[in-house]
């Protein structure tokens, strides 16, 4: 969720818009050694964001701001600040991060790249973890040809050492993150890698080893590029080749915020990549569109899609519910489907926690990325020296008392492999068609 408070609103490199952007008016906690005679200004520096990184965090976090850090936290500013000389400015961002998320929350983090002192990079090659394997699903001109083959390594670690290290440094809910977050993101960043082991600093190159399209081993030194600044975690998209039907439909498209059409007669498909309103249509006008088509005589089921939406503005989602129950409650005979995924996050956990909750919805698909109850807010932060960017959750959102289950589990659980979007198949939404047309 995005909380559109106390500062306004700052448009960052990458179109991120940030709202409540922490600047001034903390007093930084001094660390052992800061200001000590002949410390080299570049680590004075560094220890200061560090201190200022503490006292946000004990000033903001829905937690901490009452209950001391975790030890490990504590440990872990200790010896960053000690290390600070022996790592690339990369390198500390990474540690930062690694910090950020011995919190505990998936909406408490410290970017690992954008700050605006560190000259970031990453790789240009985004890849997904599939259940048969980590895949290059999409890359820069340069890389295209890589599209299509397997990841065995990673640099000096092999592909599943490092989907094992970087957990460390995502910041996550549950398990389920990681696998969102690493593989587009994550393991790109140079800082990370170096963290992990998989590139010493300096590196301009990764030697990335794969099994081909053809089945056969091959490797690849591909070149760290400048990073971009992005708008969040790249969102899975169509792989090539989609043929004239454009591929299968909840990849399709993804200017698009919002998909409503019909799949059969009977039943409506509703895609949301976020919670929020557009400039075509707000949430509320959403609401009313979907109610007058589930009310056309011979609607039986609803799909809604959420796998591909990381949250936006909970506070929006009234209407929609309100549409949501009245059709669960007035149709007996209906269905309302859930797909959800490893994308499904923030403001669409809300969505899918009150569904869950109200209706007689059936769930499809993989475990979402953050739970019943969770701590999370997007509370933004920019560090003074570094410009790091960072958010800190202040609040706490609650579906079903004492509910500590880490997901929704699905009722159909359903997962996506390599073969099948390679293959332009969709086993999620086929098996939730199943459901709606009560196939067995």
């Given at each position: 969720?995005?909380?559109?408070g106390?500062l306004?609103?700052?448009?960052?490199?990458?179109?991120?818009l940030?709202a409540?952007?922490?600047?001034?008016?903390?007093m930084?906690?001094t660390?052992?050694?800061?200001?000590?005679?002949?410390?080299?200004?570049?680590?004075?520096?560094?220890?200061?964001?560090?201190?200022t990184l503490?006292?946000?965090?004990?000033r903001?976090?829905?937690?901490?701001?009452r209950?001391?850090?975790?030890?490990?936290?504590?440990?872990?500013?200790?010896?960053?600040?000690?290390?600070v000389g022996?790592f690339?400015?990369?390198?500390?961002?990474?540690e930062?991060?690694?910090?950020m998320?011995?919190?505990?929350?998936?909406?408490t983090?410290?970017?690992?790249?954008?700050?605006?002192r560190v000259?970031?990079?990453?790789?240009?090659?985004t890849?997904?973890?599939?259940?048969?394997?980590?895949?290059?699903?999409?890359?820069?001109?340069?890389?295209?040809?890589?599209?299509?083959?397997?990841?065995?390594?990673?640099?000096?670690v092999?592909?599943?050492?490092?989907?094992r290290?970087?957990?460390?440094?995502?910041p996550k809910?549950?398990?389920?993150g990681?696998q969102?977050?690493?593989?587009?993101?994550?393991?790109?960043l140079?800082?990370i890698?170096?963290?992990?082991?998989?590139?010493?600093?300096?590196?301009?190159?990764?030697?990335?080893?794969?099994?081909?399209?053809?089945?056969?081993?091959?490797?690849?030194m591909v070149?760290?590029?400048?990073?971009?600044g992005a708008?969040?975690?790249?969102k899975?998209?169509p792989?090539?080749?989609?043929g004239?039907?454009?591929?299968?439909l909840w990849?399709?498209?993804?200017?698009?915020g919002?998909l409503?059409?019909?799949?059969?007669?009977e039943?409506?498909?509703?895609?949301?990549l976020?919670?929020?309103?557009?400039?075509?249509?707000?949430l509320?006008d959403?609401?009313?569109?979907?109610g007058?088509?589930?009310?056309?005589?011979?609607?039986?089921?609803?799909?809604?899609?959420?796998?591909l939406?990381?949250g936006g503005?909970?506070d929006?989602?009234?209407?929609?519910?309100?549409?949501l129950?009245?059709?669960?409650?007035q149709?007996p005979?209906?269905?309302i489907?859930v797909?959800?995924?490893?994308?499904?996050?923030?403001?669409?956990?809300i969505?899918?926690?009150?569904?869950?909750?109200?209706t007689?919805?059936?769930?499809?698909g993989e475990p979402s990325?953050?739970?019943?109850?969770f701590?999370?807010e997007?509370?933004?932060f920019?560090?003074?020296?570094?410009?790091?960017?960072g958010?800190?959750s202040?609040r706490?959102?609650?579906s079903?008392?004492?509910d500590?289950r880490?997901?929704?589990?699905?009722?159909?659980?359903?997962?996506?492999?390599?073969?099948?979007?390679?293959?332009?198949?969709?086993?999620v939404?086929?098996a939730?068609l199943?459901r709606?047309l009560?196939?067995?």
């Open positions: 969720m995005i909380s559109m106390r306004g609103t700052l448009s960052l490199p990458g179109g991120i940030v409540g952007l922490l600047f001034a008016g903390v930084p906690v660390l052992p050694g800061q200001g000590a005679p002949g410390t080299p200004p570049r680590v004075s520096q560094w220890r200061a964001d560090l201190d503490v006292a946000l965090v004990t903001e976090h829905f937690v901490h701001r209950n001391p850090l975790p030890p490990a936290f504590v440990r872990g500013v200790a010896t960053l600040s000690a290390r022996q690339s400015d990369e390198r500390i961002l990474a930062m991060s690694r910090l998320v011995l919190l505990g929350d998936g909406h983090y410290l970017l690992p790249a954008g700050a605006t000259e970031g990079s990453w790789l240009p090659v890849m997904y973890l599939f259940p048969d394997g980590l895949y290059v699903v999409d890359a820069a001109s340069g890389s295209r040809d890589l599209v299509g083959s397997k990841v065995v390594r990673i640099g000096r092999s592909a599943a050492d490092a989907m290290r970087v957990a460390a440094f995502i809910d549950n398990p389920m990681v969102w977050i690493a593989p587009p993101f994550g393991l790109r140079h800082g890698l170096e963290a992990i082991g998989a590139v010493e600093p300096g590196d301009v190159y990764l030697d990335l080893g794969m099994v081909d399209r053809d089945g056969e081993p091959a490797a690849r070149r760290f590029v400048p990073f971009p708008a969040g975690v790249p899975l998209g792989p090539p080749g989609g004239e039907s454009g591929g299968a990849l399709r498209d993804q200017g698009r919002i409503l059409t019909r799949i059969v007669r039943v409506l498909y509703l895609r949301m976020q919670v929020r309103d557009t400039p075509e249509e707000t509320a959403l609401a009313k569109r979907l007058d088509s589930l009310s056309i005589p011979g609607t039986t089921a609803l799909i809604l899609d959420l796998r939406n990381n503005n909970a929006l989602l009234g209407p929609l519910l309100d549409t129950r009245a059709y669960d409650r149709c005979d209906c269905r489907l797909l959800t995924g490893r994308n499904t996050f923030s403001a669409a956990q969505l899918l926690n009150v569904i869950d909750r109200d007689r919805a059936i769930v499809v990325s953050s739970r019943p109850n701590v999370g997007e509370n933004f920019r560090l003074p020296w570094s410009g790091a960017i958010s800190i202040d706490y959102h609650e079903r008392p004492g500590r880490r997901w929704i589990p699905p009722d159909v659980p359903v997962d996506l492999t390599a073969a099948d979007y390679f293959g332009h198949r969709d086993p939404l086929d939730a199943r709606a009560r196939d067995p």
